[in-house]
């Protein structure tokens, strides 16, 4: 089964919120880094005129196949920000006094 990068991603931050959210009133909290992502993707491109070039992420297996699209290993860095907020967000709620 191949999902779009842009759904992928999509639900990658929908995550991420939810686990913010979820950890507003913990004590103990965690700030977030740089997300890495390595993907094996499909890029398939459709012939006709003005066809854009899809990124599909796939999972490959011994019974897979992927027909006519091109497989590539990616590697994405995703540093996430809130927006209107600068620094790193947090996992978990708003900054303690002196936390890090």
Partial sequence: MAVELAELIGQLRSELTEAMHAGENEELRFQLGPV???LTVAVTKEAKPGAKVKFWVVELGA???VGSATTQTIKLV???RRRGKSGPAEISGAEVDGEK
Wanted: hydrophobic share 35%.
């Fill in 36 to 38: 890495e992502l390595e």
């Fill in 78 to 80: 995703l540093d996430p």
């Fill in 63 to 65: 019974d897979a196949t």
